[in-house]
Each structure stands twice: as C-alpha cells, then as structure tokens.
C-alpha cells in the first residue's frame, strides 16, 4: 500500500501540433462545404426563379397576343430612342452611304458633258480632199491653204453656220508603202475608199497603182473636156494658178499631179450616202476647174 501511495498521479497528454493542424484543416473544410452548399442553393433558388419569370413572362406574352390583356406590367417594348439629326448630317450620311455610285454617276455625267460640248463645239467639214501625193513638206505647207481655196467652191452643206473643208493627207506611192511608217497610211487610203465621206481627190501617176482611177475615178472629159488640162479621169494642176495661189515655192511636184473625184459606187455606206457626197464635190470641182482650167483652141473658137 505505501508502494501505491508513493507513485504520482499521470499528466494528461497535451496535443500536438499536427493535432491542432488536423482539426483546423476539418473545421476549414466544413467550413467550404457548407459554403458550397448554400452557393448551390442560392443558385438552385435564382434558376428556379427565373425559369418561373420565363414561364410567367411567356404566358403574358400569350395574354397579349390573345388580346386578353392590353398592357402588360412585366412586359415592356423597348423602343430605340429616335435620333435627330441636322440636314447637314443628313446629307454627309448619304454621300458616306453612296460614294460608290455617286462617283460612278458623277463620272459618266462629266464624260456625257464632254463628248456633247465636244460635238456641239467640233467644226464638221462640208467637204474632204483626200491628198495622196507623197510630198511631206507640200502637205505642211499648203494642206491649210488647199482647204481655204476649196472653201470658196462650196457652200454651207451641214447647216451649222460654218463654210469648211478638210483635207487629209494619206502619201500613196511605192516609197511610202514600203516604208514601215507609212503602213497605216495605206490601210487608211483603202478604208477611206471603202466609205463615202470624201470624194475629191488630188493625185499623181505614183498613187494610181493604189486607187486604180480608171476603175475608181469619174470621167470628167463630158462636162469639162473643153479646157486643156483636161484628160478623162484627171484634170492636171502642173499648167495652172493652182500652186501660185497656195504660195508653194517648193520643188516641183511634177507634171503628172491632177485633181479627180470618185465615181458614185455602192462601198460600205450605202450608193445613196456615197451620191449625196457626190452631189456637194462635184459641183465645188467643176467651180475649180472653170476657175483654173484653159479652155482649148478649137474650144475657145
């Protein structure tokens, strides 16, 4: 007994540091389950919610369309706010919108006003000269002069106001064919053989193996046989005034340069266009001729 008496009563075990670790880390994670736990209530409570709003807001949706009610309290039309805008505003607005057309438009209208000022203010010729003798300084110098001459032959054929002739020169002859550069001179003289706005030409021999004159050229020996220059396609320019007037004091351009015009054939134009060409030239080159020509001896007597 006095053994059991002497031994001392056990300390109680203290807990340790993992111990207080153990149970603070339990209480935290209780702690986030029942926070977890409520966050999915909550949100379990807001989706029930709001599918019952859908399902209230659906039915009065119905009410409205069914006319059982005129005004909803929960539904609202929202009606975007009107905008108003200054006239300046309005227009920038429109030309932002439609710069691509407006300036297709504004081209097409510029080039309409073009072409029209251009054919309104374009001299239109009464009458051509086609110059085929090749002679570059000849037609410098007296293309101009051989267009004044023929203006006092002829009248105002077009009716707008103006007296004018043009004269186009196409050289014709063996050297400008074989020339690279006079290429499209010769596809030009054949074009304009094929249609019917000049009739009057003014030649030489070089050019004839191009325009063929006996089948091309009209026979003016019935009306002006009588003035020696005269030789039945061709009425020849090398003993008359004709050179002095234009002032040429070049080379000679030879004795075999006449002056001629086109006989009425059907071409690519009709025969009617090509004879009422006929019918203005011909009378401007029988006025030339009277002007130039030197009646023969027997004629004359």
Known sequence: MAEQDNKSPKKKKEPSVLDIARELEAKQQQIREEQAAAARAQAEEERLAYEEQLRQDRLELIRLKQGVIDESETIHEERPEEKHYTLWQRLGNFFYHNKWWLGIACFFVAMTGYLTWQWVTTVRPDMIVLLLVDDDFFNAACNERIGDLFEQYIEDENGDGKVAVDVYYIPASEAAADNSGYTGNTTKLF????????????????????????STLYDLSADYGQYAQTEAMRFYLTDTAFFDDLEWDGDPLGDDVYIGIRSVRKTLDSEEEMQKTFDISYPALGRFIEAYGTLRTDAAD
């Open 191 to 214: 074009a304009e053989f094929q249609i019917a706005e000049a009739c009057i030409v003014i030649s030489n021999d070089a050019a004839d193996q191009f325009i063929v004159p006996d």
